[in-house]
């Protein structure tokens, strides 16, 4: 694996925990430098494990991004948790996220219990996050505290997802945390596909209700982008391309006027919605790719 002179590359899989709203998804995104995950001032919004890949010349870390841990109250909060609970078992390193503006409490300490229990080999590295928002003094001594509560051999890393800083540090912290090993994707990935993939199923099976035979094998549909609305944090952006072999299929996705393409968007977004567990704008074009199909090359920008 290793090049000589060089440090042997490692990969490996990161979750983030902590409570709710401690910025786990902002972090994630700060990481992966490619807003992905779906973050809110309301907690316990992620409601579906997303990954994010930092990719670095000495590393690649595939972050996992759970749900906030939390005592189950209902079934899906049940559900939740075993969720998490698998996450925990299967990754390299976990990163306990506390904020730095934030007393360590009951909940914190009940999280550290159930790690230790769920995953006792797992390591443990303590992120303090949201250190823009108190003094260097204050910082010190919450940083004492997560050590004492972790213990000495954990390291605890502070971290500002929102103003960057400390970010490489933890990426270092989270590298050396993870074994030698080769990329596990590649390099140009940055996210999981099966968001993205399940997206652009939903707006195809939309834009081919009510249609004939012929379509179906002419339409690909490529979610282009996702990107948050500038200020906001619960709703996305969302643009998709529906690619189509003839100008006269164009004609029949787009129907009269546009409402046909409208009214696929309005029917997917609901579904999108679902899946993501926010808000979406859907920008949704329609592209002619002649002969795609009988194109290798067109085929793999499509995904096929
Ligand atoms: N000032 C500051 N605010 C932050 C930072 N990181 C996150 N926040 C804010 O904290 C809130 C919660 O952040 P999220 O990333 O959604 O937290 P989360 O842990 O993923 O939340 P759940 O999905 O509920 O588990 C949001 O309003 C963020 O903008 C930071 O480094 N500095």
Not at 71 to 86: A, E, H, I, S
Not at 153 to 179: T, W, Y
């Amino acid at each position: 694996m290793s090049t000589p002179g060089q440090p042997p590359h490692r990969s490996g899989f990161v979750a983030f925990v902590g409570r709710p709203n401690t910025g786990k998804s902002t972090l994630t995104n700060a990481l992966v430098g490619q807003k992905v995950a779906i973050t809110s001032s309301r907690p316990q919004t992620t409601r579906h494990t997303i990954r994010g890949i930092v990719h670095r010349p000495h590393a690649q870390l595939v972050l996992v991004d759970t749900p906030g841990l939390h005592r189950p109250r209902t079934l899906l909060g049940q559900r939740l948790n075993d969720l998490v609970k698998d996450t925990y078992s299967e990754v390299d390193v976990i990163g306990l996220c506390i904020p730095a503006d934030e007393k360590i409490g009951p909940g914190d300490r009940w999280i550290l219990e159930q790690l230790r229990v769920v995953a006792p080999s797992t390591r443990v590295i303590g992120v303090v996050t949201k250190i823009d928002k108190l003094s260097k003094a204050r910082l010190m001594e919450q940083l004492l505290a997560v050590s004492a509560l972790l213990g000495p051999e954990n390291d605890v890393v502070p971290v500002s997802a929102v103003k960057g800083q400390q970010v490489e540090v933890l990426v270092d912290v989270l590298s050396k945390a993870v074994p030698e090993g080769p990329m596990l994707y590649p390099a140009d990935e940055h996210t999981d596909e099966n968001d993205t993939h399940m997206m652009a199923e939903l707006i195809r099976e939309a834009a081919l209700e009510g249609l004939g035979d012929e379509l179906p094998h002419s339409l690909a549909v490529v979610i282009e982008e996702i990107t948050p609305r500038d200020g906001r944090d619960d709703f996305l952006d969302v643009h998709g391309v529906l690619y189509v072999e003839r100008p006269s299929q164009k004609s029949i996705v787009i129907g009269k006027g546009g409402e046909r393409l409208k009214d696929v968007g309005t029917r997917s977004r609901a579904g999108i919605e679902a899946l993501l567990g926010t808000r979406v704008f859907l920008n949704l074009h329609v592209k002619v790719a002649k002969d795609w199909q009988r194109d290798p090359k067109q085929m793999g920008r499509l995904g096929f």
